[in-house]
């Protein structure tokens, strides 16, 4: 299975370690980093573990959360051969508000 990082992804991806890294402390970064890493081989293994957002607008969105730090979700796209990775926010957040496939 392809795994797809969208740019969007890959920004809140350093929006959420620049975060970490002054908040709380880099190791905390980096071990936030690494769950988000064996998440995401979990979800290429396992691409339906997710639920299906319904309450999004985008059909097709599922989310699943982080490993070790279940306040942040990961929100993607199971399609027959990819792994489409969307987003990785706080699930504390306006979900609404996401723009998820831009």
Known sequence: MRVLRR??????IAEELTWLNEKASPEV????????KETIVQLELHPYLGRERKDLHQTGIRSWR???FPRWLVFYEATEDSLILYRVRQGTMNLEALKLRS
């Open 29 to 36: 970064a980096e071990a936030w980093y690494r769950s988000l």
């Open 7 to 12: 740019p969007r992804f890959l920004l809140d």
């Open 66 to 68: 982080l490993g070790h």
